[in-house]
């Protein structure tokens, strides 16, 4: 299994930007994708982005332009920078890690954080 701790969730006043970070530790070899989701209260969890192992990123097509999803593979760490943050965008973000190809459905993901929380006001 893989750990994963994501770091730089905060509030931010709309119009603003954040960065999330994700560092992997554990068998970082063997996961083929790393991706990031997002759950609002009462809401299921929403896939945000996904890049491949080697390198290729994927965003949703709601979030292209706002959001970018990047890796620096040295230091086994995800990123996503969100640009013109909307109060809509408010949620908890969850980075996960999967062993096979990349999926939108969260159900597919074998690893998971603890979750970060954006705030968007």
């Known amino acids: 299994h893989v750990q994963l701790v994501e770091s730089g969730g905060g509030s931010v006043q709309a119009g603003g930007s954040l960065r999330l970070s994700c560092a992997a530790s554990?068998?970082?070899?063997?996961?083929?994708?790393m991706g990031w989701f997002r759950q609002a209260p009462g809401k299921e969890r929403e896939w945000v982005a996904h890049i491949i192992s080697d390198g290729r990123p994927v965003v949703a097509d709601s979030l292209k332009g706002r959001f970018i999803i990047s890796s620096d593979d040295a230091k086994n760490t995800v990123y996503l920078q969100m640009n013109s943050l909307k109060p809509e965008d408010t949620s908890v973000y969850y980075c996960?890690?999967?062993?096979?190809?990349?999926?939108?459905?969260?159900?597919?993901?074998?690893?998971w954080g603890q979750g970060t929380q954006v705030t968007v006001s």
């Open positions: 554990g068998l970082t070899y063997s996961r083929n994708c």
């Open positions: 996960a890690a999967r062993w096979s190809r990349c999926s939108s459905d969260w159900r597919d993901w074998d690893d």
